[in-house]
């Protein structure tokens, strides 16, 4: 019944949600914004007024900006490689039948409970730590000189532990997409001479193509975002200080608000730009 | 080409036998169908005879050769599933040309296949669409389309027209029997509706419980089936079986009387009841008749109409020589 006076009223009643949204995402967005454009450093004089584009300029034109958006883009092209493709392949196994199946899927899917900081300490202490870590146990027992992971390997360290973070998430939605595929179309591929491996690319696969998109997004979204991980492994170092990172830096570390605001906006553009090749690429997928 | 033989076929399910020993022989050419109530194993057979499903023991010969523990794909049979199993993001000609593009057909040859397919089943205007833009009869034919292009050596169907609307079924029904004419291959048919089977099938196998419970022409089965199970699932409306005084003064435990073959009047006959609910059809007439003291309501079917209302009485008289006796053990007495 969307008659004149129920829609005016539905418009009323949804005000304050909306406002509310709108404040919460405009009032932080124009203090980054007015920031960027001012000298401001709070321990070494506070606000020194409007500087125009120069920490704009500032920022592309340090020596760690490209180096960082580099680490950025290789964190979330990595992670979203390792969880789609062991995304699917769990996915496949945890959808056959099993004893144990109900524990082992909430196994499965645990890491996903786990605070980035708590995993990322526990990668750093239990399994990559060069002296007492499972690693460097694991390669002492076959005679092997133990790595020291977050310094020599720290990018791939980096990358694995966020991967091990996000696969159950990956691996969720795509056994939710692979039960709902009819049971029949296998058979049916099957009768008409497909073997296993052409049934998964001609059916299954195609199948999941939704799913692996939404899976894409969602995860780009926050890995693009990635930080506590980096916090307490490396600390920026060795190469993995990534674009979130570097802006943390500028503001807190080297105290300059303007600067780090600035950076903040080159995020946001880099975010559209990642997201405008990923629609390109895998938003097709969503068209009913 | 396309002879199959069950040879004391079984199949479990844990520990639920759902299919006891078994044997059938379906001749070359021949076109049968399974039919029986939901859950009597129809389909696990025809799955048996795909290779869909493992047999338990026995023995399947497809053209004389072994076929027991050949893969599904290898067998040279064609299915057509109850939910169609096209492929959804391919287009109706790919999805027709899938079999061939597995069994690596050649491209021209392939193309010719899909053509030939197309045009026997009215689907020309449609190779380009998905399945998603297709109609509930175009999809079933896309799915006849895509077995008929592997010339297999039978072709095996699911419940395929389960799905379609009353006149859609009809049409499908008759489409099914003339490809069956013109390409002369067996085709085994699994369906729950009696219609079906009675108006398409060269031989009906009458399942129940794994059990077959009779094998004949259409024909055959309705004139003289060979126990109560088949006499009342065979036939519609369902014939009457009467149990009792009445069918001890024919020597019988049970007696049987298709209601196409009891006689109507308003003033005498043998035995009286009173009109239920009447079914008026315009060329028939099913009337449900009560209190006759019989056991069961009666139902009686009369070519044309007549005029009766709810509660008058009614005169049946049963034509003795198309009546069917049974034993205690529900079998037939000739």
């Not at chain 1, 890491?111 to 708590?118: A, E, K, R, Y």
């Not at chain 1, 499972?134 to 000189?145: S, V, Y």
């Not at chain 2, 089965?221 to 036939?235: D, T």
Request: glycine share 8%.
């Amino acid at each position: 019944m969307a008659t004149q006076h129920s829609r005016s009223a539905a418009r009323i009643m949804m005000a304050p949600a909306v406002i509310l949204l709108l404040g919460w995402m405009l009032v932080p967005l124009i203090m980054t914004l007015m920031f960027s454009f001012k000298q401001y450093l709070p321990l070494r004089g506070g606000d020194l007024g409007w500087v125009g584009f120069d920490n704009y300029v500032r920022f592309v034109s340090s020596s760690a900006f490209w180096p960082s958006v580099v680490a950025t883009l290789t964190i979330v092209g990595g992670v979203l490689l390792i969880t789609v493709v062991f995304g699917i392949l769990l996915a496949i196994l945890l959808n056959q039948p099993m004893w144990g199946q109900g524990i082992v899927r909430i196994l499965v899917i645990a890491p996903f409970f786990v605070m980035p900081t708590v995993s990322a300490l526990v990668w750093k202490n239990m399994f990559m730590d060069p002296v007492n870590g499972l690693f460097a146990h694991l390669w002492k027992f076959f005679g092997a000189e133990p790595i020291a992971w977050l310094s020599e390997a720290s990018m791939p360290s980096i990358v694995m532990i966020v991967s091990w973070q996000w696969l159950p998430f990956a691996t969720l939605i795509l056994l939710t997409a692979i039960q709902s595929l009819d049971s029949e179309q296998l058979e049916a591929a099957e009768m008409d001479g497909a073997p296993p491996i052409k049934r998964f690319a001609y059916i299954t696969l195609p199948h999941l193509g939704r799913a692996i998109t939404i899976v894409i997004l969602i995860q780009t979204i926050f890995l693009l975002a990635v930080f506590a991980e980096i916090f307490v492994t490396t600390g920026g170092a060795f190469g993995t200080r990534t674009l979130t990172y570097l802006i943390f830096q500028r503001v807190l570390e080297s105290q300059n608000v303007g600067l780090g605001s600035a950076g903040g906006v080159y995020a946001i553009i880099l975010a559209n730009i990642v997201a405008i090749f990923l629609m390109r690429i895998v938003g097709k997928n969503l068209d009913a | 080409m396309g002879q199959i033989k069950l040879n004391q076929v079984t199949k479990s399910f844990g520990e639920v036998q759902v299919i006891p020993p078994l044997d059938l022989t379906i001749e070359d050419g021949e076109f049968t169908v399974f039919v029986g109530p939901s859950g009597c194993g129809k389909s696990t057979l025809l799955r048996l005879i795909a290779g869909l499903e493992d047999i338990t023991s026995g023995h399947i010969e497809i053209d004389g050769a072994d076929a027991t523990n050949v893969p599904p794909a290898k067998r040279g049979l064609a299915m057509v599933f109850q939910s169609y199993a096209l492929y959804p993001h391919m287009s109706v000609r790919k999805n027709i040309a899938f079999p061939m593009k597995m069994a690596a057909v050649p491209e021209d040859e392939q193309n010719r296949r899909i053509e030939a397919a197309a045009k026997a089943l009215n689907l020309t205007d449609y190779l380009d669409r998905k399945p998603g833009q297709l109609s509930g009869g175009q999809r079933q034919r896309v799915a006849i389309g895509r077995s008929i292009v592997r010339e297999p050596s039978a072709f095996l169907f699911d419940e395929p027209l389960s799905n379609l609307d009353a006149a859609l079924r009809v049409g499908m029904r008759l489409e099914i029997s003339e490809l069956h004419e013109r390409l002369k291959t067996t085709m085994i048919y699994v369906t729950h509706d009696q219609v079906e089977a009675m108006t398409m099938a060269d031989k009906i196998v009458v399942l129940r419980a794994g059990f077959i419970e009779q094998v004949g022409s259409p024909l055959e089965l309705y004139h003289s089936p060979r126990n109560e199970f088949v006499a009342g699932f065979i036939g519609s409306p369902k014939m009457n079986l009467i149990k009792g005084p009445e069918a001890e003064k024919h020597g019988a435990s049970t007696i049987g009387i298709r209601p196409e073959h009891t006689d109507v009047s308003m003033s005498e006959g043998m035995w009286e009841g009173r009109v239920g609910v009447a079914e008026h059809l315009g060329s028939d007439t099913f009337i449900h008749v009560h209190d006759t003291g019989l056991g069961d309501m009666i139902t009686v079917r009369i070519t044309g109409d007549i005029q009766v209302k709810h509660g008058d009485a009614i005169y049946l008289t049963p034509q003795l020589d198309k009546l069917h006796k049974f034993d205690a053990q529900g079998l037939r007495m000739e």
